[in-house]
Structure formats: structure tokens, C-alpha cells
């Protein structure tokens, strides 16, 4: 009883791994503590691919994706830079600029990103079309970690500020602990069926809800 009542103060809701396929999750309120944590099916990275859909109104800096290390709090972060139009990916603490995206607001983007540690280049998709391959850092991603949507870790697991802080759905977040083939991608971003990650898989999601985050369907009708 009492155990309840800490979790239903602290708004945690432990979900354990679910098949999410249809389902989104709907952040309706801008707060410095609402947020889903995923859990990791494996550890240790040489390469990685995150894949993410999702739909916001937020005209500010916001962060889709980020998983942070002890060392390193954007360990690999998907991030929105507002002032310069730019998806910043940053991998173990390193930041690259990708502008020239025409991320409108209100309309669901699907983003991809492709590392891999022994050329240290990143590689991103929005909605089909791919960046150039840039340098951003090379060696391995080791070690603990944690994985959160809808906030920004400044630090391992926290550190959340409200003005980096998520608004929006988000859905079909897949992570692969190797880089995908552009064809990959491309099936991605098609909604086509793809191999499903095997660090993080929506088919088999081990999460955790904290705060007012909820799990709706998706919409069935949605512009491309
Ligand atoms: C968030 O941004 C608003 C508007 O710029 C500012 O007034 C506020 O102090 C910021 N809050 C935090 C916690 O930084």
C-alpha cells in the first residue's frame, strides 16, 4: 500500500516492455519532469542507428531523442536548434550541424541517424531525404546508459529544463547497435517492414512512463 502510494506521488508508472506497434506517446504539457525512460535490450555500441517519428508544435530548441553515459550527458542526442534551423545530432559529447530541413511544425517528421565509431561519421534522414556524412567522433559508446524521450539529460538521467523539454507525439522508435543500409532507411521512412532494433525495438518496448505521458493510437489517417 504504502509502495503504491510512493509510486503514484512520484507519477511513475512501470509499463515493462510492451508491443507498441500502432501506439504513440502523447506529451500534451511542457514540464521540466514528465518523460519516458527506455531500457536498453543491450549495451555497448560500435555503431548505432536511432530511428524516430514525431509531430510537434514547440518553435524552441527541443531534444526528439537523447541517451546519455555517466561521462557524457548527450551521448547520442537528436536535438532541435531553433535559432539556426539546424538538427544537431551529438554523439559522445561531439555536435554536428544540419540545416537546410524543412521541419515544419504540426507535421510528422520521421528521423533517422547513423553512426559508426571507427570512421566517427554521422549521417542523418528527415523525412527520405539523407545529409552529407560528417565527422563527429570516433570510439566505441561503452558502458551504462540511459535513454529518455520528451526531455533533455544535463545530466545522467536528469537534469531536465523545461525549455528543452518535448511537446507532441512521438512513435516507432527503433535502435540498432549497427548502421543500416540507406534501403533500410528508406523502408524507415516509408513505413514499410523493416528489421526491428535490437538495442530498442517499439515492438518490444522495455519502458517507463514518469509524469503525464500517455500511450494512444496512433492516428491511422496521417499526411505523409
Ligand atoms: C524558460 O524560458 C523562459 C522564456 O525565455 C524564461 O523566462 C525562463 O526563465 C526559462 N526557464 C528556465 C527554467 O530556464
Known amino acids: 500500500m504504502q509502495l503504491l502510494l510512493l509510486l503514484v506521488v512520484l507519477g511513475t508508472v512501470s509499463a515493462g516492455v510492451q508491443d507498441l506497434s500502432g501506439k504513440m506517446f502523447t506529451f500534451p504539457q511542457l514540464t521540466d519532469s514528465a518523460h ?65 530541413w524543412d521541419y515544419t511544425l504540426n507535421k510528422w517528421h520521421s528521423i533517422c541517424t547513423t553512426w559508426d565509431s571507427e570512421k566517427g561519421l554521422v549521417q542523418i534522414w528527415v523525412d527520405g531525404i539523407p545529409s ?28 531536465f529544463d523545461v525549455n528543452q523539454s518535448f511537446a507532441g507525439m512521438i512513435t516507432d522508435v527503433h535502435m540498432w547497435d549497427y548502421t543500416l543500409s540507406s534501403c533500410e532507411i528508406q523502408n524507415y521512412m516509408s513505413e514499410m517492414s523493416l528489421t526491428p532494433g535490437n538495442v530498442l525495438n517499439w515492438r518490444a518496448l522495455d519502458f517507463e512512463i514518469v509524469g503525464n505521458v500517455l500511450i494512444e493510437d496512433k492516428p491511422v489517417c496521417h499526411p505523409a
Open 36 to 100: 519516458v525512460r527506455l531500457n536498453p535490450i543491450k549495451l555497448d555500441y560500435n555503431a548505432v542507428t536511432v530511428c524516430h517519428r514525431s509531430v510537434t508544435d514547440i518553435e524552441r530548441d527541443h531534444a526528439i531523442f537523447s541517451l546519455a553515459t555517466p561521462s557524457q550527458n548527450n551521448g547520442f542526442l537528436t536535438f532541435w536548434k531553433n535559432g539556426n534551423r539546424e538538427i544537431q545530432p551529438h554523439i559522445r559529447g561531439a555536435r554536428v550541424e544540419y540545416g537546410g
Open 132 to 159: 552529407i556524412r560528417k565527422f563527429i567522433s570516433s570510439g566505441a559508446i561503452s558502458g551504462a546508459v540511459k535513454i529518455v524521450l520528451g526531455q533533455d539529460q544535463d545530466t545522467f538521467g536528469g537534469g
